[in-house]
């Protein structure tokens, strides 16, 4: 089948992913594009969809999902699903949603039209949905009425997007009948079409032409089936194709399915329902090809873009791929459809192979017939430009032209113009003679419109008339050098670069730049900035070549630019480069510049140590500081201190080492008078790291009190250390800054302060002020003021407390009264103070000393006066009061100042009752209970938590743990019954009692309240806490307490009660309060007493009170009773659990009457599925048919089931009647034994299921021919093919099962299981037939499957036709060579082995006819010679000793020059004794061993053999081994010649002296002549004077006399003037003449002949005598083998001396000539 215009192959086997057959449907599979197959598995739990990508097939993505479909996006791992109405997009590669959307109209067919979107039909119209954004689908058209009740099968949209084609398809009038619906969204309009597939396309009218827009449908109607191509929208002249097709006879019910179409070759592709392809041409619409590719329907197809063709998938799971074979379709075309217009169409249109031979012949008959336009045509349509040559070029040029006509080759030319592109050399052969005429505007023309293949040449014609244009034609010719160079002339010097780097050229740029310097130095800047300023450019050129340019040229300025510009990014690579240019800044005095380079730090990388002493020298002191690194020049530096900027010295210092820091301040302090800021910033900035200690003792050493006061006070608000505070106040004390002293102290603490406070006192300064502020921050106050004191400084006393800390008064009052101090003075400073005294310390004081009532006057005047609202101040006062007994009491009910528990505590242990007070008034509750239960106060306490409701406290008095507790309830108790009477105190009471859980006394409480008759007792809170209280502690309280209240929560209560297990209370207050359902209730699952619930029902009478006693008899198994009290109560709410319990107790007449009841109720279709149920339980099948026969609504199948299974088969056979389920009613007659009946019912059900149901029960009773006709319509479904041949096989049915089969393979629905089944049986069970059956059958079965069943059965014949239908080759020739006897045919094998794909079959097979088939080998090999490793096939057949048996093979295949195959055949030939063909193997293939080969001939016995030897040891330049062989066998000519090609006086010389030993002149004579140029005239004189041979050395001495002459006559021309060669003119004019570099010359002044026996004829034979001397030798020109030429001899001379005689025929040769 390889010459077939298609590639068919099977891509995938979705089988192979282990999915189930079902999932191979239209509805589950979805080919959107040749990127993704997407798959749903409907029969996994749960549901999953499988992702293929078809790029990588081995990794498929699966994932579970509830969609009831998925497509995936054409190119993105974009997934869609729809479930219902809703639509939802997911991301699968970022796992995350991309869109959703849910529809209001159902979604019928949907598919995505491009990558971001979905088109969506529905009933009635057509929506888009872009994934893009958050619009909803938009609705494009409104779907035709045509189209309703159509199966919608695919949708397409054509490039534009302005045509859309929807398609369905539906069954009519026994045929399948297409219809389409055409959408113009421009025009808005739609066209209905009747057809079944269509598809749009894109056209080129012709080559360049913008591509149009066709449609192209096919409709198979009753009438037949028909291509339709037509144009859509512009009308350019295309014409519409009608073109109608045929349908084979075996597919007469078939109809297309899926059309794709291929832009690339102008073909379309349709797909039939039972696998058939067609491929036609576009243009014609004539069919190209037709066969069936599927035995199973392709249901999906969609375009393949790699291949040109279409994917499809069949319901088998086959991934298939259809495209036309580029190197079969034309010969195909013309062989087998014999339509040459076609095949040349088709070939030039698509440019391929295949036509060749037609269009030549074509264009020779119209190019002879003067038809020079027509001819031009055909030339240009040629594929692969086979007749655009240089041949075809000539033949317009030489043709004649036609009056009034354009001449040939104009007419040729404007073809090809009109056609395509002309190439290089019709470019040139157009251009030049245009030029010429001046018309360069079309040139330009055909240039822009790219008519023309640019190349250098033509370029170079172009450039002559316009560099633009031409420098355009080097660009697309890519010319690289020439470019360059033009761009260059041009000054685009950016073009330079981007052109380089876009083509990877690589120009010499530094000759580029100079040539730029020398023309254009402005132009050599840009040019240079252009490539060093980028990164990618840098590389282009070497910065160092740039500078000498430059700086030769003393373009100083201009390479400063440069360098900065390049050294920008600062690199460690470019460091040189850096110094280079400071070098040169430096030296032609740009300080400047280099100033701004070291400011901005531009370089880091340059020679430092170099440039800091240029920078030193040029004056730049502080460049040069930043550069040095050595101390002692940093120390010569600082001496110029005052020349460099201040800021920089500071932060000089952080490079430097603290060990150079000091020796550099040091330097500075030596002038410190000018350098004293400098050398305080630098101490100041660097203190941490020389520590200040260091600098305080280098300032002190040097005197500098002034540098160091400066310096601490820069770092004395950053230092910690309390030496460098005490040196501070210490050096301002020195330097007289008094105020700082102050400051300091006040401001810092950080020194000591001890050690300051005695240094300030050793000072004795005038103003104590700092000693105030040490002694008064660090708590020295009775220092101080026992310092005041006792040294008469009262007054600084007085200061301190009045005007610098008031709040140290009390520590002063204290210390005052401590040294005895008179108390007038000290009331006299309390006042002076003032409000401003701290109360509570000074009332501390005092009170400490015992001289409160000091304060009494003060106290009341800062709260009569001052108004004071300070609690110290009141508490102070109060204490004063309780103490002289001064109205307490009053004043602690009054005051609202004081602190109730400071003084309540002052008041414990003086008057209980007054802490009472004072702790009430402040809330202070853990106070007041302390102090009441020590002293007894219960009933202040029990009011107190009364009135105070605070639940926290109530919780701690109320404890287990207090030992008072008893008391305190008491009184609770009797305070609540009698004194309480808001009811917010009587909650928070109840609720503490509750909390604490002190039921007793609750209950206690509640009785006062509830009982005795208060303003509370009808309050139903109260009264439902009373008994619940009673339920929980007191349950025996209870009735009495249910029987004497009436206004409790009834319901509430009793559900309490159950819960607590108080049933009887419960069924008291239910019933007490006519809560009949629960009462009954609590009767019948609390007490547990059925028959006392059953007399309460009849007591009360109510349905409720029934319902749930019929549920409880129910849940009791009371099954009966339960039923009677559901009848009466009216209950059908409980169907179901009173079905359940009837059929379990089989109660199936008391459930007949329940239902019954419950029918009267409403339509419920379990009802009345389970009254059937009865009655044919209760076999009352005329009540059961009776019902079914009148409206109903029950589950009629449900129930028949059931009957079924259950073995009422009678039963289920009226109910299956009924329904008409014949396929349950089949399966039933059967049970009953009834297989006619059960094989007409299953007719009429038509289901697969019920087929095999009754097939298999025919087969178990025998009944074969009821189960031949079951089984016929079972196997037309591959799916129960395997089960069915199962179960006739697993009971020994073989024949029936192959009579079955047999008759299968005629039916209409036939499938490639059938074929397949059927042969394995035939393997099994009847092998003669089963050749037959394959080669009849073979294409429409699984040959796979064939395969192996044959190959276990080892049926050799049969395997090996199934391989090479399966196009197994390898296989087929494998089962041939192993199992011969009964495979093995030669004709067969031979058509077969070109196509295996194993190379080592071929050897295999070599070996296997080398061992079997030895004669027919080399046809074997005829076949393989292109396939076969030729070198390996030699030595295969080597090793068998069978050479000379594959000899034809050998020759056949030594055209391709192999050393093996060489060697074989000389082997051969020397084996055969055939040295002419020897030779000729040796001359023409020269791909051999030359020097074994000469080893092996140089003993050879015969002479030939050894002379080929010499010439083998000769060609491998081994010319003494060569020259001995020669020798050995008086082969002189072949001596002289070899010695004469290897060039070597040596060998010459050797030569010689051999042949005058051997006294062999006439060979003497002939190597002076052959060997001329490499003979010293000394050593022929030498050995022919010795010799005697000076006769025979004459000519070689004539002729280099001779050209001693003529060189020495060139050098007299050369050196003398030229009068002085006048005379000479004529002698040198007859020599130049008769002078050849080779040959022999004669003077012609020389006359004497030379004696005949000198030469003999027999040594000299190409000697030629002119005819115009008396017989000397004038001329012998030589030929270019050595030998002199035009011999005149005579043909009867015999040459024994050198060899055999020449051939008359060939007078240039000796007999050794052929070499």
């Given amino acids: 089948m390889s010459n077939l215009p298609i590639k068919f192959q099977e891509l995938f086997q979705l089988q192979n992913l282990s999915l189930p057959p079902e999932s191979f449907v239209f509805s589950n599979t979805t080919l959107q594009s040749d990127k993704y197959i997407c798959i749903r598995d409907t029969t996994a739990e749960p549901q999953q969809a499988v992702i293929v990508d078809l790029e990588n097939t081995d990794d498929p993505t699966k994932f579970p999902v509830t969609a009831d479909s998925a497509i995936m996006n054409p190119s993105q791992n974009i997934l869609a699903l729809k479930a219902g109405p809703e639509i939802q997009v997911y991301h699968i590669g970022e796992k995350r949603k991309v869109k959703d959307h849910t529809m209001k109209e159902q979604i019928i067919f949907w598919k995505w039209v491009s990558d971001t979107t979905i088109a969506l039909v529905t009933k009635l119209k057509v929506y888009h949905w872009s994934i893009e954004g958050n619009y909803p689908p938009s609705q494009v058209f409104t779907r035709l009425p045509n189209l309703e009740g159509t199966q919608i099968i695919n949708y397409q949209v054509d490039n534009s997007q302005q045509w859309l084609l929807l398609t369905g398809i539906a069954k009519k009038d026994g045929r399948v009948v297409g219809t389409t619906q055409l959408h113009s969204l421009e025009k808005n309009l739609s066209q209905h079409i009747e057809a079944h597939a269509g598809v749009f396309c894109r056209y080129s009218p012709k080559l360049g032409a913008d591509p149009i827009t066709l449609f192209a449908f096919v409709n198979r109607s009753a009438s037949g089936a028909k291509l339709f191509v037509l144009e859509l929208g512009s009308e350019t002249g295309f014409k519409q194709i009608n073109v109608q097709f045929y349908f084979p006879k075996e597919a007469a019910v078939d109809f297309p399915v899926a059309i794709q179409a291929s832009d690339k070759y102008g073909v379309v592709y349709m797909i039939t329902k039972l696998g058939y392809l067609y491929v036609f041409d576009l243009i014609s619409g004539k069919t190209i090809y037709m066969n069936r590719i599927s035995a199973h329907t392709i249901f999906t197809t969609c375009k393949h873009s790699s291949t040109s063709g279409l994917l499809g998938i069949n319901t088998n799971g086959q991934v298939l791929s259809v495209s036309i074979d580029e190197e079969n379709i034309v010969p195909y075309i013309c062989n087998s459809l014999n339509d040459m217009n076609l095949a040349i169409n088709f070939s030039s249109r698509n440019n391929l192979p295949g ?95 790219n008519k023309l293949e640019c190349s250098e040449e033509l370029g170079d014609l172009v450039t002559q008339v316009d560099i633009n244009l031409g420098l355009n034609i080097y660009y697309r010719a890519e010319s690289h050098s020439k470019v360059v160079t033009q761009l260059s002339n041009l000054g685009k010097y950016p073009q330079i670069i981007q052109y380089s780097k876009k083509t990877g050229y690589v120009p010499d740029w530094t000759f580029i730049l100079q040539n730029i310097l020398a023309l254009n130095p402005q132009g050599a800047i840009e040019f240079v900035k252009l490539l060093l300023n980028t990164e990618e450019n840098k590389e282009f050129l070497d910065v160092n070549v740039v500078i000498e340019l430059f700086m030769q040229r003393n373009m100083i300025q201009d390479i400063t630019e440069i360098l900065l510009n390049y050294l920008k990014e600062d690199k460690e690579e470019e460091g040189e480069i850096q110094t280079r240019l400071l070098e040169i800044s430096l030296h032609h005095h740009q300080t400047q510049l280099v100033n701004g380079i070291m400011a901005n730090n531009v370089f880091s990388h340059y020679d430092k140590p170099k440039i800091a002493k240029l920078l030193e020298n040029a004056g730049m002191y502080q460049r040069a500081l930043e550069h040095y690194d050595q101390i002692q020049d940093i120390k010569r530096v600082l001496a110029h201190a005052q020349h460099i900027n201040g800021d920089f010295l500071v932060e000089y210092f952080i490079k430097l080492s603290v060990e150079e820091s000091l020796e550099c301040l040091k330097e500075l302090l030596n002038n410190k008078a000018q350098n004293i800021q400098t050398i305080v910033r630098v101490a100041t900035k660097y203190s941490e790291q020389l520590t200040p200690q260091v600098l305080i003792d280098l300032f002190e050493e040097y005197g500098a009190y002034d540098i160091l006061f400066f310096y601490l006070q820069s770092i004395i608000n950053f230092n910690n250390d309390p030496e ?16 700082e002293v102050e400051r300091i102290v006040k401001d810092s603490s950080c020194y000591e302060p001890v050690r300051v406070k005695e240094f300030l006192k050793e000072q004795k300064l005038q103003d104590q002020i ?181 639940e926290q406290l109530w919780e701690k008095v109320l404890s287990p743990d207090n030992e008072y507790l008893k ?25 503490a009692l509750m909390t604490a859980d002190l039921p007793e006394p609750l209950i206690e409480l509640l009785e006062k309240i509830i009982l005795e008759g208060t303003q509370f007792s009808t309050n139903k809170n109260l009264q439902n806490l009373l008994i619940l209280t009673a339920i929980r502690s007191r349950s025996d309280r209870v009735m009495d307490y249910v029987n004497r209240l009436e206004d409790y929560d009834a319901p509430d209560i009793a559900n309490i009660a159950v819960g607590s297990e108080l049933y009887e ?82 109660m199936f007449e008391d459930l007949t009457k329940y239902l019954l009841m419950c029918k009267k109720m409403g339509k419920n279709p379990q009802v009345e599925t389970e009254l059937i149920y009865c009655y044919a339980k209760t076999n009352s099948l005329r009540e059961l048919t009776e019902f079914i026969s009148g409206p109903n609504c029950a589950q009629i199948q449900n129930i028949g089931d059931r009957c079924y299974n259950e073995g009422l088969y009678e039963a289920a056979k009226l109910l299956f009647n009924n329904i008409s389920n014949f396929a349950r009613l089949a399966t039933t007659l059967v049970k009953l034994e009834d297989y006619s009946g059960g094989v007409e019912a299953a007719r009429k059900a038509n289901s697969t299921r019920t087929w095999k149901e009754v097939c298999y029960a025919c087969v178990d009773a025998s009944k074969f021919r009821l189960a031949q006709i079951c089984g016929l319509h079972i196997i037309v479904h591959a799916d129960e093919l395997s089960q069915l041949i199962i179960h006739y096989e697993e009971l020994g049915h073989f024949e029936n099962l192959i009579e079955l089969l047999e008759a299968g393979l005629n039916l209409e629905r036939s499938h490639v299981g059938i074929f397949t089944e059927l042969a394995i049986l035939y393997s099994k069970y009847v092998p003669n037939k089963l050749y037959e059956h394959l080669r009849l059958f073979y294409s429409r079965m699984n040959i796979p499957k064939v395969l192996r069943i044959c190959e276990k059965n080892q049926q050799w014949q049969e395997l090996t036709f199934l391989n090479v239908q399966f196009k197994e080759y390898d296989s087929a020739c494998l089962t041939m060579i192993n199992h011969s006897v009964e495979s093995w045919d030669h004709p067969h094998f031979k058509e077969i082995i070109p196509k295996v794909a194993n190379l080592e079959i071929y050897y295999k097979s070599v070996q296997f006819y080398l061992d079997e088939q030895p004669l027919l080998v080399n046809e074997l090999l005829s076949v393989l010679t292109s396939r076969v490793d030729h070198t390996r096939v030699v030595n295969l057949v080597r090793r068998a000793d069978r050479l000379a048996l594959i000899k034809p093979y050998l020759l056949s295949v030594q055209q391709e020059n192999i050393k093996a195959v060489n060697t074989a055949i000389n082997e051969l030939h020397i084996e055969e004794e055939n040295h002419q063909n020897l030779i000729t193997s040796i001359n023409n293939f020269d791909n051999f061993d030359s020097l074994e080969l000469a080893a092996n001939l140089e003993n050879h016995e015969f002479i030939e053999f050894r002379r080929i030897a010499a010439l083998l040891y000769k060609n491998n330049n081994r010319w003494e081994h060569s020259i001995k062989l020669s020798k050995a066998d008086s082969l002189w000519k072949d001596a002289i010649d070899t010695v004469n090609e290897s060039k070597n006086p040596e060998l010459v010389e050797e030569l010689l002296r051999f042949f005058v030993d051997e006294n062999r002149s006439d060979c003497f004579t002939a190597c002076t002549y052959t060997c001329y140029e490499l003979i010293q005239p000394d050593v022929v004189l030498e050995l022919a004077w010795k010799a005697q041979m000076m006769d025979f050395a004459m000519p070689f001495i004539l002729q280099f006399m001779r050209d001693s002459t003529t060189r020495l006559s060139e050098i007299e021309k050369k050196v003398n003037p030229p009068e002085l060669n006048n005379n000479n003119n004529n002698f040198n004019n007859n020599a130049n003449n008769n002078n050849n570099n080779n040959n022999f010359a004669m003077n012609p002044n020389m006359m004497n002949p030379m004696p005949n026996n000198i030469m003999p004829n027999n040594v000299m034979p190409n000697m030629m005598v002119n005819p115009n001397m008396m017989n000397p030798m004038s001329s012998m020109p030589v030929n270019n083998m050595g030998m002199m030429s035009s011999p005149v001899v005579n043909p009867n001379n015999s040459f024994s001396s050198f060899g055999s005689p020449s051939n008359d025929n060939n007078k240039d040769n000796f007999a050794f000539g052929s070499f």
């Fill in 724 to 739: 460098v505070h005490f040196k501070y106040i210490e050096a301002a004390c020195k330097t007289n800054n008094y105020t």
């Fill in 770 to 950: 700092p000693l105030i502020i040490v002694c008064d921050k660090h708590n020295f106050v009775d220092d101080l003021t026992q310092y005041l004191y006792h040294n008469n400084m009262s007054r600084y006393i007085e200061v301190y407390v009045q005007q610098v800390n008031p709040n140290q008064t009390p520590a002063v009052v204290g210390a005052l009264l401590d040294v005895d101090c008179n108390e007038d003075y000290i009331k006299t400073l309390i006042t002076g103070v003032g409000s401003s005294c701290p109360v509570q310390e000074l009332v501390e004081a005092c009170e400490k000393r015992n001289r409160l009532k000091l304060l009494l006057r003060w106290l009341e005047d800062r709260i009569n006066v001052d108004n004071n609202n300070e609690p110290a101040t009141h508490n102070a006062l109060a204490k004063i009061y309780i103490d002289i007994n001064n109205n307490a009491e009053q004043f602690l009910l009054n005051n609202q100042y004081y602190e109730s528990k400071i003084v309540g505590k002052y008041c414990e242990n003086r008057d209980p009752h007054l802490a009472v007070i004072a702790y009430k008034r402040g809330l202070c509750d853990d106070e007041l209970v302390d102090v009441t239960n020590k002293n007894g106060l219960f009933r202040k306490q029990a009011r107190y938590l009364i009135e105070r409701q605070d």
């Fill in 967 to 991: 008391s305190l309830v008491e009184q609770v108790v009797q305070i609540s019954g009698s004194e309480i009477e808001g009811p917010e105190e009587v909650s928070s009471t109840v609720k």
């Fill in 355 to 449: 036509a060749d031979e037609l269009f030549i012949k074509q264009f020779n008959l119209l190019f002879q017939s003067g038809q020079y336009q027509n001819a031009a045509t055909v030339a240009a349509e040629a594929p692969n430009n086979i007749l655009r040559t240089t041949q075809t070029i000539e033949n317009f040029k030489m043709a004649p032209s036609s009056p009034n006509q354009p001449s040939p080759l104009l007419q040729y030319f404007s073809v090809l113009l009109e056609k395509g592109i002309l190439n290089k050399i019709e470019s040139l052969e157009l251009v030049k003679p245009v030029l010429q005429q001046g018309n360069k505007q079309l040139v330009e023309r055909w240039f822009s419109e």
């Fill in 1065 to 1146: 209370e419960a069924f008291v207050i239910f019933k007490k309060f006519k809560h009949n359902s629960q009462a009954i209730q609590v009767l019948i699952k609390d007490l547990d007493n059925i028959e006392r619930a059953y007399e309460f029902a009849e007591y009360v009478n109510e349905p409720d009170v029934y319902s749930e006693l019929a549920q409880a008899q129910l849940s009791r198994n009371l099954v009966k009773e339960s039923i009677e009290s559901f009848i009466k109560a009216s209950d059908h709410q409980f169907y179901v659990d009173v079905i359940n319990a009837a059929k379990e107790s089989e």
